[in-house]
Nanobody
Framework: QVQLVESGGGLVQAGGSLTLDCAAY????????MGWYRQPPGKQRELVAF???????TYADAVKGRFTISRDLNKGTVTLQMNSLKPEDTAVYYC??????????????WGQGTQVTVSS
């Protein structure tokens, strides 16, 4: 019942910055966790950063210190600020939203993905 719309992808030079935004619509399902995954060329989808219901954030080791995630559940949005970008950050980035009750996930939703390309 949740539709995710992503924006902000594009082409940037190494060392530059880019901001990804995601908006969740049809939020009657009550999502309480949002984050970002990415899929580099020829590789599997991997976690980039996530915000759980309590507000605690987690980051992949490869992006710690460079990326910052923030979310506003009242607005149903999540933002990924990406700084000091590297060519290895090139990937399709996917927004994810979930509804968790205790240790169980009661709903999981994905965006269509937005391309991020970092040139050297």
């Amino acid at each position: 019942q949740v539709q995710l719309v992503e924006s902000g992808g594009g082409l940037v030079q190494a060392g530059g910055s880019l901001t990804l935004d995601c908006a969740a619509y049809n939020r009657a399902a009550g999502i309480n966790a949002m984050g970002w995954y990415r899929q580099p060329p020829g590789k599997q989808r991997e976690l980039v950063a996530f915000v759980v219901g309590s507000g605690r954030t987690t980051y992949a080791d490869a992006v710690k210190g460079r990326f910052t995630i923030s979310r506003d559940l009242n607005k149903g949005t999540v933002t990924l600020q990406m700084n000091s970008l590297k060519p290895e950050d090139t990937a399709v980035y996917y927004c994810n939203a979930e509804r968790w009750i205790s240790t169980e996930v009661h709903g999981a939703y994905w965006g269509q993905g937005t391309q991020v390309t970092v040139s050297s």
